[in-house]
């Protein structure tokens, strides 16, 4: 008797030690497949394609609206471009209002919410699936993107709430309220509601577990597999400490850390493209020839552009509304001041980010084609090209860094925890702004939405890549879908705010401070 | 002509030293001061989305702090001075801000303390006596 209870606490711990990992995997499968039944149906709403077509009438959405843009600005994105740079270096800027908010540090916070992991692993997505044409359509995306950018910030300082106490609240739902309101235009309310909603599934979504999700895999990927709920509750430890427990020291590292990791990464990219700089002419050639002819990939050319719009739009947010909280706290008299310097934003974040890494990516050889035909080979799903150690997502991006440099994986790993990082804290933001727009603000009501927001980050790094990139994108796309109707109707408020700005900077009105 | 000294302030030891220096110059030459306090502040710093909402309400509650508990002091303790006094208070470099206050007030010197040791900081960063001069439009004294 004795000896069988010995026996049996013995064997207690060896049992516990051999389930301890089937448990751990089973727990991150059961949120998975939760998660995946839970949010399908949103998912393929979002996506689905046009009659008859497998072309996602959200795509055509984002397309048509930075087409709409560009034109009724007059291609305003490389008009005012050099007027942009000056009015971030402050020539513009009065000396009387120093430390208040400047242009450079809207711009540089806006921007630490988009920089992240887009631009490393959702252009690795682009390319797995839409091959090197869909580049092309990415940095075309870009740059019309940049003119619903500058539409949307416009709006968002103009109409911001400015408190007695000083602190300013602004974005979409302030200009869909009073804007519609000031313009006499019915549904104001209902729009900013609706955008709300979305905004907080957003900040959950493509902010905060596609964040986790890839976090998790980039370090699984250095340091071994391992259940992926581990990674998500040291985040959600460190997220709830930054935005309950106010832990600022975090919050400050992060922000001055993240744009040196941003420079580090596009200089390691140009580094590897002048290492294989005889290459570069052949990589454009593959966007080129991927762009207009498919070259077999996964869909063809319309895949490739899919891809690339949809990547593009996901990495940049222009048209998705979120830019303009983030911009709307800047100090100016002139609200189409802070339109000009946000198109810089898609500009730095796809037209240069992007195609930096997607350039490693094509030149690094990672897409296998076939030697005879020049074709890219197709995996057995037939629904992404075969890479050279079958990688996806982030990991195809850091075996293509590492392929060149290759202890670049480890410097990559801190990367995408950091952009992971203030990614999720610029969303937690937004996320917030939405939420208290919905429910009023008030202490408890804003901890309800942080503790949700840190349970995400848990379930977000559990998930499989598959489930949680779909919903991101979903969440995202249609907080465009209500902004960029909004955007329609006001956008000639941004006309006239556009005209008088600049006979006023060409008559001298306007004058250099510096 | 009336002499205009500038001293910069933030209630230090050697700030004192500083205004006491300066004090006596003008009551020997018939000047007058302006006491002078720098915020330093970089528009090209990085700020989290909190940080910038609040940034218009910090900023006037960091103004005010800098006038209650540096800049009215200093004054209070020149009020049996017979000198007449001005303050300014900005944001920006210490340095190059020193140099602007100076500027736009038509002051023909510029008085300030020295900060302690010569330490690894300052000979990496440079200090703002050394900054200041080499950049400022007026003469400079450096108070030890």
Redesign the interface.
């Known amino acids: 008797m004795t000896n069988q209870i010995k026996a049996a606490a013995l064997a207690a711990p060896a049992v516990l030690a051999a389930s301890a990992p089937a448990m751990a995997q089973s727990l991150d499968q059961t949120i998975n497949e939760g998660f995946a039944s839970a949010t399908g149906w949103f998912v393929s709403f979002i996506f689905s394609p046009f009659p008859g077509t497998s072309f996602p009438w959200i795509v055509m959405w984002l397309v048509i609206a930075a087409t709409v843009f560009t034109l009724y600005f007059g291609f305003i994105q490389f008009r005012a471009f050099p007027h942009s740079i000056s009015l971030v270096k402050?020539d513009y800027?009065d000396?009387n209002d120093?430390?208040?908010?400047?242009h450079?540090?809207?711009l540089?916070?806006a921007l630490?919410?988009t920089v992240g992991l887009g631009n490393i692993a959702g252009v690795a997505v682009a390319v797995g699936i839409g091959g090197p044409g869909a580049t092309f359509w990415m940095i075309l995306a870009g740059l019309m993107g940049m003119a619903s950018k500058f539409t949307e910030c416009t709006l968002g300082v103009k109409y911001r709430n400015e408190y007695e106490?000083?602190?300013?609240?602004g974005g979409p739902m302030y200009y869909m309220t009073k804007g519609f309101a000031e313009r006499g235009l019915p549904a104001g309310g209902f729009m900013a509601v609706l955008f709300s909603v979305f905004c907080i599934l957003g900040a959950f979504g493509g902010g905060n577990m596609f964040q986790a999700n890839q976090a998790h895999a980039q370090i699984a990927n250095v340091v071994g597999d391992y259940p992926g709920w581990i990674t998500g509750l040291v985040f959600a430890a460190i997220v709830f400490a930054v935005i309950v427990g106010g832990l600022?020291s975090i919050?400050?590292v992060t922000?001055?850390v993240?744009?040196f990791m941003g420079v580090l990464y596009v200089l390691t990219a140009l580094v590897i493209l002048i290492m294989n700089a005889n290459m570069i002419g052949w990589a454009f050639g593959q966007i080129f020839a991927g762009a207009f002819t498919g070259a077999g990939v996964a869909g063809g050319m319309v895949g490739a552009l899919i891809q690339g719009f949809k990547r593009a739009a996901f990495s940049n947010e222009a048209g998705v509304g979120s830019a303009a909280?983030?911009h709307s706290?800047?100090?100016t008299k002139e609200p189409i001041t802070e339109g000009f310097v946000s198109l810089l934003e898609p500009f730095i974040d796809t037209v240069v980010i992007c195609t930096m890494t997607a350039l490693v990516i094509i030149i690094t050889g990672q897409l296998i084609s076939d030697p005879n035909t020049g074709m890219y080979l197709l995996d057995e799903g037939a629904s992404t090209i075969q890479t050279v150690d079958g990688n996806k997502g982030v990991a195809l991006t850091s075996a293509a860094f590492s392929s060149a440099i290759p202890f670049f994986k480890y410097i990559l790993a801190i990367a995408v925890i950091l952009f992971a990082f203030s990614t999720m804290?610029?969303w937690s933001?937004?996320g917030l702004k939405a939420w208290t727009f919905l429910f009023g603000e008030g202490q408890t009501k804003e901890l309800v939405f942080k503790v949700i927001f840190c349970i995400f980050v848990v379930i977000g790094a559990s998930a499989n890549l598959g489930p949680v990139i779909d919903f991101s994108d979903a969440a995202i796309f249609a907080m465009a879908v209500v902004n960029i109707v909004a955007l329609y109707f006001l956008m000639p408020v941004v006309k006239g705010e556009l005209d008088s700005y600049l006979s006023r900077l060409k008559s001298g009105e306007i004058k250099k401070f510096h | 002509m009336s002499h205009k000294i500038v001293v910069g302030y933030d209630g230090s030891d050697s700030a004192n030293a500083a205004l006491a220096f300066a004090t006596d110059l003008a009551k020997a030459q018939g000047g007058s001061i302006v006491v002078a306090h720098v915020?330093e502040?970089s528009?090209?710093?990085?700020?989290?989305?909190?940080e910038?909402?609040?940034?218009?309400?910090r900023?006037?509650e960091?103004?005010d702090r800098a006038e209650a508990a540096i800049l009215a002091p200093a004054v209070d303790s020149l009020k049996d001075s017979g000198l007449e006094i001005d303050t300014a208070l900005?944001?920006?470099n210490i340095a190059t801000?020193l140099g602007?206050i100076a500027t736009e007030s038509g002051a023909d010197q510029i008085v300030i303390g020295r900060n302690g040791e010569p330490g690894l900081s300052s000979r990496v960063f440079g200090s703002v006596a050394i900054s200041l001069a080499q950049a400022a439009p007026v003469p400079v004294t450096i108070v030890p």
């Open positions: 402050g800027s000396p120093a430390g208040e908010v400047s450079f540090q809207a540089a916070t630490s919410g106490d000083g602190t300013v609240s600022k919050a400050k922000e001055k993240v744009p909280i983030a706290a800047v100090r804290i610029s933001y937004y | 915020l502040w528009p090209y710093s990085f700020l989290t989305p909190t910038l909402e609040e940034r218009h309400k900023r006037g960091e103004l900005k944001y920006g801000t602007e």
